[in-house]
């Protein structure tokens, strides 16, 4: 663990006062090493280093920490930080009725399974009256995957008709909404690359007729140094209100967390914690914040 | 790199940089650099611009050994199977799509068994797929024992002296002890009604994953022995260089790579052309 490596780092450190520039170096070290193995991008791992050099220079080794303990204490409270530690991270449900919500993301990120947790998330916490709306009409069975979501849960799902494209069910939705009675609209999107001109100008020209209240990217956790540009590529495009990171139940440590909000600065609302439509989580910035440093 | 710049930290920085940003991780660039140091020094080379060719000899060498595309020869006079296994979204059910299409299309008859009889519309995707690429498709209803109809896929498959058989499973997180033990008994299942089979037990590897695909590769290989890699999604802005400490680790023959999301968008995995992507 990182506290094992760093008490290696201070093991010659015994009982001085403040912590020497050397002695920060020599910890950041291994903390930069950490946060690489965890994934996080490059040159966010290089800004953080930077930052938290700052914040330890001339710290106070007290009785109460080993040094160790407070180079680990100083990284860690800047990690929640930079996770959203005190942001409000809440779901923007305020508006006119029906309010849309778009979810955005890489090809097999979760974005379909999430659609279904936000659904039940939405009408069992939230009281609200969800219509989950597929708009994937490439990824085969796609539309059928939505539905099957929704019977299981008892939540109303769209139905397109045979080769509707995406902007023709953002202006059916909207009458259908009204006349039904939905207050949130969940658009579930086709997985793309941020790279994919085309398929990107699919996703501005969505929005601009979806007017979304939210558009959140759903972001693997395992994701690896790519994470910062796809987090830009989609952020550039659409512009990200929120993040949604999913398969928090592996063994990842999830650096792409970080890299994707030091990309956007925006708050991480939600995780997926499995594939059952419950398993759906807020995001605890600290808990995150432990699982990077590993 | 200008020719004349000499070979200084700033390089051996950079060339670090392009390393972990192609997920090749910290370790094994640590170990790849090191490398290249000591063989600078023994060659005295020094000027900058011979460094580059060294480093994409030195990864292209570590990958070679293990390029080995997938061949159906080792399987008899009975049909060659291949179970398909990874975590959740990596690309395993289009992967068989496109490996059943290449099949077809050399004239081989192929069956395709849905065994992830777990995930919503799983079964119905894969349909489309085997339709797409003219194959044989076998299915139980959703909520069936997978390794019911992996077993009953075999069975068609040499009851109609087909080539080749596909299982695709449900993506499972290798963290998940008794889903691993659920591919655990299809193997077993399949290697009771066929002996030997499956003959090949293809690892999809998503490219864009970070330092956890050696986890994954690892997990997977204990548990069911992996002999086959296919890293899906290279078409984005992901390198994929996780292989590269998969490799070095776990020796696993490197199949095929996924390009994108049409049923010819399947390669042959080349270490050239790899090394190439990776330091473009
Ligand atoms: N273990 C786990 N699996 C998840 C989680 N979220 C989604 N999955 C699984 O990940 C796989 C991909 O999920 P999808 O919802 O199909 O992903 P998608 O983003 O809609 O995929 P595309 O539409 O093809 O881009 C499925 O097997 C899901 O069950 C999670 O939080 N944990
Ligand atoms: N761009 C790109 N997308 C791919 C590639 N391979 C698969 N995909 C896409 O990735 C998504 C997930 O693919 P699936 O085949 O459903 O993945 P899976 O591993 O079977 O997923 P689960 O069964 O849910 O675990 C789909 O949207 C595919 O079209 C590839 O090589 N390139
Ligand atoms: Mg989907
Ligand atoms: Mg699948």
Redesign the pocket.
Known sequence: TLTERLDQVFKKLKGRGKLTEKDIKDALREVRLALLEADVNYTVVKDFIARAEEKAAGQEVTKSLTPAQLVIKIVHQELITLMGGGENNSLKLSGPSPIPIMLV??????????AGKLAGYLRDNKKRRPYLVPA?PY?PA?IE?LKKLGESLGIDCYTPASGEDPLQTVAKVREQAREKDFDTLIF?T??RLHIDEELMEELRAIKELMNPQEILL?ADAMTGQDAVNVAKGFNDAVGITGIIL?????DARGGAALSIKAVTQRPIKFV????KLD?WEVFHPDRMASRILG | LRPGRGMDEALYQELEEVLIVADVGAEATRRLLEGIRRETKKQGMTDAHDILPLLRREVSEILRPYEAPLSIKGAGDGPFVVMVIGV??VGKTTTIGKLAYRFTSQGKKVVVGAADTF?AAAIEQLEIWSDRAGAHFVKHGSGADPSAVAFDAVKAAQAKQYDLVFIDTA?R?HTKENLMEELKRIKRIVGRELPHAPHEILLVLDATTGQNAIVQARTFHQALGVTGIALAKLDGTAKGGIIVAIAQELGIPLRLVGVGEGIEDLQDFFAEVFVDALFS
Do not use: H, P, W, Y
Request: charged content about 25%; overall charge neutral; proline content about 0%.
């Open positions: 993301g890489l090809q097999g990120s979760g974005k379909t399974t999430t994937d990824r796609a995957q579930d086709a997985g759903v999913t398969k928090l139940d592996g997926g914690i499995g594939e398993a | 959740n979204g995930r993506g997180l």
